[in-house]
């Protein structure tokens, strides 16, 4: 095998229905220079067979076994570890990458000098139907300023990787962002952050690269609000934890983008009281940023005008007592 020009990390976890249809759209990319790397994250079905028959078969994947369960952050990071092409790009295990998406990624990042290319992204049926687009950019850009703040307004989407390239030299040194606990939503979003902190050129392609397959029983769609609630807070405790020495700047850029996503109408709570039995949770979350951004308590539950947030008064609450207020 020549010498990839681009690994694509794809984690598994319980992917045997939907896998070999994703690796085969890997298989059939127009750019032949891939390496493709299957991890497998402990899976309790046929998925670590179907990983050692597709690389015996394909000298272009390799395959890792994690020995247990360790969620898709961690093994998206193993998947960093053993990466070798200078371009990085990511796919998750049920979903389509269209035949030209890493030859078009890749001849922009290179062209435009870029350390972050961003693609546009359809939400599919499983049977490969368009709903509509997940994410969509009116024309091809190159941004060179303000880099880190348009990411924390969601100007170049919601945080999410599989759309993007990276150049190796500005995510590998994430390759070790280990988190203080397991992160079941909004992880690829804290890796996310360490890049767009550093990255210097972001080129933005109109093309639809990409086919998401929106399925109700994902992670990212299923549960209920307090649960999204909850892992989204927990998720801000972990960023400010691990950018905690990058500067007021950055702490106030990160506080501002997670309220905005609290904000959201999917967040939005009935009763505050429905909190009450991730009292412990929330409690774990809220100490950490003590710690390490007490600032960001008031920024996160400052609320826009006219937005409920109601979480934001769980939030308080706790602050409150830990600074020996009245509740």
């Excluded at 991890?39 to 015996?56: H, K, P, V």
């Excluded at 929106?214 to 934890?241: D, I, M, N, P, W």
């Excluded at 609320?303 to 009245?326: C, D, I, Q, Y």
Aim: charged share 20%; aromatic share 8%.
């Amino acid at each position: 095998m020549t010498t990839p020009a681009v690994s694509v990390i794809v984690p598994v976890f319980n992917g045997e229905d939907t896998l070999e249809r994703s690796v085969n759209s890997l298989l059939d990319q127009t750019l032949k220079a891939l390496e493709i790397i299957l991890i497998n994250d402990g899976s309790s079905d046929g998925s670590a067979d179907l990983i050692d028959r597709l690389a015996a078969q394909h000298p272009q994947i390799r395959a890792i076994h994690n020995q247990e369960n360790q969620g898709v952050h961690e093994t998206r990071l193993n998947g960093l570890r053993a990466a070798v092409a200078p371009w990085i790009g990511f796919l998750d295990a049920d979903d389509i990458a269209r035949p030209e998406m890493f030859e078009k990624l890749h001849a922009a990042g290179q062209k435009h000098g870029a350390d972050i290319v961003v693609c546009g992204a359809w939400r599919v049926t499983g049977d490969r139907k368009v709903i509509n687009p997940k994410l969509r950019f009116r024309n091809n850009a190159t941004v060179t300023g303000d880099i880190f703040r348009r990411f924390c307004q969601f100007r170049f989407g919601t945080g999410m990787l599989w759309n993007k390239l990276f150049r190796r030299e500005l995510i590998m040194p994430y390759s070790a962002l280990h988190f203080p606990w397991r992160q079941n939503i909004n992880e690829d979003l804290i890796l996310n952050i360490g890049c767009f902190k550093d990255a210097n050129t972001v080129h933005l392609m109109k093309d639809m690269l990409y086919e998401y397959v929106f399925r109700e029983t994902s992670a990212s769609t299923s549960g209920s609000v307090e649960k999204a609630c909850l892992q989204t807070l927990r998720a801000y405790a972990v960023a400010v934890s691990l950018f905690r020495d990058c500067g007021e700047d950055v702490l106030a850029e990160i506080t501002n983008m997670y309220r905005q996503q609290l904000s959201w109408p999917p967040y939005q709570l009935d009763d505050t009281r429905s909190m009450a039995s991730f009292g412990p949770e929330i409690t774990e979350a809220v100490e950490l940023i003590v710690r390490c951004y007490p600032a960001g308590l008031g920024g996160l539950t400052t609320t826009p005008p006219r937005t409920p947030m109601s979480l934001g008064r769980v939030v308080n609450a706790l602050s409150r007592r830990f600074r020996g207020e009245a509740v």
